[in-house]
């Protein structure tokens, strides 16, 4: 999903972009990699691959380690050898949601669950292996292409169905077009380190946002069940609240994100061919 609206993206600005599937590069395979920075000679590596299924990690830690750590850390070391710029993408997930309110890059991260800590570890990796690496932790992402509930909703909503939406799980949604543009934008600047990437505004519950769903896309309200978290009963823990703020993108000079809702209407226009 990310992947190819950073594809996307990157073209439309005149990038000459290189977007290679799983099949095509195994981030895990340190020769593959550095083969293949060898032959393309890239400005930029923006790495938008890791296994997300939060609840199958728990089942299967050593192949997220893979794409979560062991990949990271070969992109890092081969844009530090070919001198490119490494964006990597990590997750709100690191933290434990205890804090109700905004986590900043100066928040002290505390991962839960096999997911959280392959990426919390993926994080440390890149910035050991490669100084000049950006970590940009996101979460709540959705759009074209997307499976996950966020991304499917107005599809479920419009044929009909009844959806349960968590409504005391609180996040700062993100709209992977938006996303894939801040990657970009972080790409070309002389940066390093943290930043949090999420669209601005105060955060909401799942539940909030199939209300907005339903609001914008003139779907049934009453197709919305709200349940608490706790009704789930989903193998992997999740933070309660991973609101996420970024004090950094003020300092290099980049504007914050648009509003979530803002967002959330385009891709909806998009989406329903309004």
Aim: proline share 4%.
């Amino acid at each position: 999903m990310v992947a190819s609206a950073a594809r996307a993206h990157c073209g439309s600005i005149g990038d000459d972009v290189v977007a290679l599937t799983r099949q095509e590069l195994d981030i895990a395979a340190s020769d593959a990699v550095f083969r293949m920075l060898q032959s393309e000679r890239p400005g930029a590596v923006l790495n938008c691959a890791a296994y997300t299924d939060v609840d199958g990690a728990e089942a299967n830690p050593d192949a997220w380690r893979r794409a979560n750590i062991d990949g990271v850390r070969f992109l890092a070391v081969a844009t530090r050898e070919f001198d490119a710029k490494f964006v990597t993408i990590s997750t709100d997930y690191v933290f434990d949601g205890a804090d109700s309110g905004f986590y900043t890059e100066a928040a002290t991260p505390n991962p839960r669950g096999v997911y959280a800590e392959t990426k919390y570890e993926g994080e440390l990796a890149a910035a050991e292996a490669n100084d000049r690496s950006i970590i940009v932790r996101s979460g709540w992402i959705y759009g074209t292409g997307g499976t996950n509930f966020l991304s499917v909703m107005h599809r479920l909503l419009g044929e009909g169905k009844r959806i349960k939406a968590i409504r005391d799980s609180y996040g700062t949604p993100t709209y992977a077009l938006d996303l894939a543009r801040r990657l970009r934008e972080l790409a070309a600047t002389d940066s390093s380190g943290l930043f949090h990437v999420a669209n601005s505004g105060d955060g909401t519950s799942y539940l909030g946002f199939a209300e907005k769903v339903c609001e914008l896309g003139g779907f049934d309200l009453t197709l919305i069940e709200p349940v608490p978290h706790e009704d789930l009963k989903r193998p992997a823990p999740r933070p309660v609240s991973s609101k996420l703020a970024s004090v950094r993108m003020e300092e290099i000079g980049l504007a914050p994100l648009r509003y979530w809702e803002e967002a959330l209407a385009e891709f909806l226009d998009s989406e329903l061919g309004k």
